[in-house]
Every structure is written in structure tokens, then in C-alpha cells.
């Protein structure tokens, strides 16, 4: 997993903090007010703890995975901690303490990653936000509550759209949300909804994951949740369950006269 990337851009270390978060959170228990996540470098362990109580939580290895490139990338740079503290409150702020364990001692990110994160937690590389449903779906993903830059709210919306449209069958509604020249594989997914519609499963888009804006054009990795319909898609949700429950899927949109419409996707 090259967790550090992407559409081929580097992630910032704060981007891979977040993106470990999210993973987290998509196990968290009801009702949770606060959650510690703890990682331990010379064992690669995560220990989460929901309001002070331990709470053994399925950690997904990509959540892992991410937690250990941090400290790979971080001891590229110099940086000698073993020891990971997260916190995240359910308002959407989140904390960081580094422990060395040579020696013991506590420190903190030099930018006081409370302030930096709370600001906008979701901003630049990686945006990962939550919005309200509009239909029975499964569980999703509780995110953090941060407003997400105005190009990403834009694009998820379009998204939900997008989804919907498939989840109905409704390939009229999605070449009318798709650009002007799409690629032939978005082209072959609208055809595929006309002529089958919607028989393998219902999708319910959960959260941004990645975000870029090129300006003419925007990029997006997209975490769904699906409800499967035939024997096959549910093979593959129960499959997912131990990886957190989602599925990824990429999406570009071109801007059309300040409308972002949907040109590529890969499932």
C-alpha cells in the first residue's frame, strides 16, 4: 500500500495521520465522545480507547499500514519517537503526542497539531468529511465534523447524485451529470446501468478519502459502503468487514462553465 501518494502527489505527514483516523473511526462504538489511538513502532500494535476504556476494535491493516509509513517517513527526517499517541474528540479536533522511547520524554509537533488539524483537518491532500443521508444505507462512517473546502462539498454532492442515479438505474440522470467527452470506461459504467440497471448492489458514498483540484479539472478516491443484492456482492461485503467495511473508488470531474461533472471512473 503506498499510502504516501496520491493520483501520483506526495501526502503530507498531517494526510496520513488523517487518513489513519478515518480508518479508525469507521469501528468506532455508538455514542463515543473520545477515542485514543495508540501505535507502537517496534510492534507495529494499535491500541484504541473510547471514552477512557479500552474497546478492542477491528484496526484494519491499512490503518496499520499508514501508521507505519508515517514513522518510516518520520525517522527519514531525523525523528528518533516510538510511540504514538492520537487523540480525536467527536466535535471533530484531534491531538498528537510523540514519545521517544529511548528516552521517555514527551513531545509535541512543533505546529501545535490540535490548532492545525481543527482549523482544517481535511484540507489539501487528503479531505474527509461527512454529510447527511437521503436513504436507508448501511452503517457510514463517523468523520469528522469539519467543513471541507468548497470544491470537495461540490464534488461530493455530484457524487451523491452520481450514485444515486446508478442505485435507481437511471442512466439518463448519470449522462446527465457525466462531461462532455468522457472516458470509455465511465461511458461502458452508464451503459452497463441502461442495459442491466442496478443488480449487484445498492452503493452509499461515505466520505472523501483523497482530494486534489487541478483547477479545470478535480480528482477524488471516494469511500462507499455498499448493500449487496446478488450472491457475489455479498461475498465481497462480508470479505471488506475485515478490512473496516468500505470500498474505494476514484472520480474525476471537469469543470464545465463552474459545474464539476463526471468524466472517469474506476471501481
Keep these: 500500500m503506498n499510502a504516501g501518494a496520491i493520483g501520483g502527489g506526495a501526502v503530507d505527514d498531517r494526510g496520513l495521520v488523517e487518513q489513519a483516523v478515518a480508518l479508525v473511526l469507521g469501528e468506532a462504538p455508538p455514542g463515543w465522545t473520545r477515542l485514543n489511538i495508540a501505535f507502537d513502532a517496534a510492534s507495529s ?29 518520520a525517522v527519514f527526517n531525523g525523528s528518533s519517537w516510538r510511540r504514538l499517541s492520537i487523540g480525536c474528540g467527536s466535535d471533530g479536533t484531534l491531538s498528537m503526542r510523540k514519545d521517544d522511547g529511548a528516552r521517555g520524554v514527551s513531545r509535541r509537533w512543533p505546529q501545535r497539531v490540535l490548532a492545525a488539524i481543527t482549523v482544517s483537518c481535511l484540507a489539501a ?47 439518463a440522470r448519470m449522462r446527465e451529470l457525466s462531461c462532455a467527452h468522457p472516458t470509455q470506461s465511465l461511458s461502458d459504467w452508464i451503459n452497463t446501468i441502461a442495459y442491466y440497471g442496478q443488480d449487484q448492489g445498492l452503493v452509499f458514498p461515505d466520505a472523501l478519502t483523497q482530494f486534489r483540484d487541478d483547477g479545470a479539472a478535480v ?29 474505494f473508488e476514484t472520480v474525476t470531474f471537469s469543470d464545465e462553465g463552474g459545474t464539476l461533472k463526471v468524466c472517469d471512473g474506476q471501481r
Design 45 to 73: 500494535e494499535v491500541t484504541v480507547t473510547a471514552d477512557g476504556r479500552v474497546v478492542q476494535l477491528p484496526v484494519s491493516p491499512q490503518a496499520v499500514e499508514v501508521l507505519s509509513e508515517y514513522h518510516r517517513q
Design 125 to 171: 491532500a487528503a479531505v474527509v468529511f461527512a454529510v447527511g443521508w437521503r436513504r436507508s444505507e448501511p452503517p457510514r462512517l463517523g468523520v469528522l465534523a469539519v467543513p471541507p473546502p468548497a470544491r470537495a462539498k461540490a464534488a461530493f454532492a455530484v457524487l451523491e447524485e452520481w450514485y444515486a442515479a446508478e442505485d435507481h438505474g437511471d442512466a
Design 219 to 247: 480528482w477524488v478516491k471516494v469511500a462507499v459502503r455498499i448493500r449487496p443484492i446478488d450472491d457475489r456482492m455479498k461475498r465481497e461485503v462480508e470479505e471488506a468487514q475485515a478490512h473496516g467495511g468500505f470500498f
